[in-house]
Nanobody, 121 residues
Framework: QVQLVESGGGLVQAGGSLRLSCAAS????????MGWYRQVPGKQRELVAN???????NYAGSVQGRFTISRDNEKNTVYLQMNSLKPEDTAVYYC???????????????WGQGTQVTVSS
């Protein structure tokens, strides 16, 4: 019904930049929020940035001032511009969206497949 497709991960040197994209498609009625999480092996998935529709943007303290989240609502797409990357930003980054489908009466949390970001020192 709904798919989230991510792109833009890769390998970058410390201090460099990457831009992640995530496009939602399918039988979408409305999107309440879109955001990014990340996970490293052996640790819990953590919030990176979240952008509710018409709401306040939330950033993890560790990325505040370096990462910027944005949305293109016409394209159902969320972006994450990552600047001044550090080795500790290395993780699999997952797109997340709270979506109500055309056949549903409530919103459901959807996840992308994940994209690897590796920052070398």
């Amino acid at each position: 019904q709904v798919q989230l497709v991510e792109s833009g991960g890769g390998l970058v040197q410390a201090g460099g930049s990457l831009r992640l994209s995530c496009a939602a498609s399918g039988t979408i009625f409305s999107i309440n929020a879109m955001g990014w999480y990340r996970q490293v092996p052996g640790k819990q998935r953590e919030l990176v940035a979240n952008m509710p529709t018409g709401g306040r943007i939330n950033y993890a303290g560790s990325v505040q001032g370096r990462f910027t989240i944005s949305r293109d609502n016409e394209k159902n797409t969320v972006y994450l511009q990552m600047n001044s990357l550090k080795p500790e930003d290395t993780a699999v980054y997952y797109c997340n969206a709270a979506i109500r489908t055309t056949s549903g009466s409530y919103q459901v949390n959807y996840w992308g497949q994940g994209t690897q970001v590796t920052v070398s020192s």
